[in-house]
């Protein structure tokens, strides 16, 4: 077991490198068919230096993003102390620094967790997570989420917030810059028209190629933090208890943004019958009944 860990440990880290090299990769290339279009090389070194940066940006301040997308606040231990608590001993157990910890006014449970590293990470449950489970349910959805920060995965669902948003903005950019004004007419005897067609088709691609790589971040890494967290509060019954309940409520939040949909424990959409429907083909979250299934078989 502690070998597997390490293993997916360091399957993460790499996962997260490709996925940033993909997204640079990914931005140059239409930099490169933008400046074709308008004939002006500095657009290709402005997307160069601009996709630095947002890789810069998605590594340190992704998590902060993620929380403003949620409406997150931070948790005060004299307002949630049952949460704060559970929070801190799980932590010791685990041998980790205490995260932070944030709240979501949303009557749907969820809860997800983000953060660069273990040094700086953010665990936030909704408040109807709170108001629905008992204290060793709660006790496995923290442990749940506490496992993707010792198993260091969120890194790469972190990344992917800033990553995959901004290859849709790039792309909804490159669209308008073939369809409207300020192509140069002169650019079409050295294959300007060629690139036009070419930037319209990437423009179509890109936004399915950015969700695919959010879709490939691994399903497993919830298998993975599943049983790491049965294995922290070493009893299963909990969180899959939990994911019961969560599944039964089946109502979305509120307030949701796609861009962080796979960070939660479950899919934020709820689970009525579109996203049943859906769930195998489009969400990064496996089926509840199968997660359920695995926890009591251990």
Known sequence: MVATLYTQQGQNIRKTWMLMTGFLILVIGLGFVISRIYN????LYFFVIFSVGMNIVSYWYSDKIALSMAH?????????FDFYTIVENLAITAGLP???????????PNAFATGRDKNH???AVTTGLLSIMNKTELEGVIAHEMSHIGNRD????TVAVVLVGFVSIVSDMLIRSTMFGGIN???DREGGGLFMIIGIILSILAPIFATMLQLAISRKREYLADASGALLTRYP????????????YGKP?????????HLYISNPLGSGNFAKKTSNLFSTHPPIEERVKILRSM
């Open 154 to 157: 969120m890194l790469v669902s």
């Open 98 to 108: 205490m995260p932070k910890i944030y709240v979501i006014e949303d009557g749907s």
């Open 40 to 43: 002006n090389p500095s657009i």
């Open 237 to 248: 019954e909990g969180l899959a208890s939990a994911l019961e309940k969560i599944e039964q």
């Open 185 to 187: 007419r002169d650019n």
């Open 253 to 261: 939040l509120q307030t949701q943004s796609s861009a962080i949909a």
């Open 72 to 80: 997150a606040s931070p948790a005060t231990r004299e307002e949630y």
């Open 121 to 123: 990470a953010v665990i």
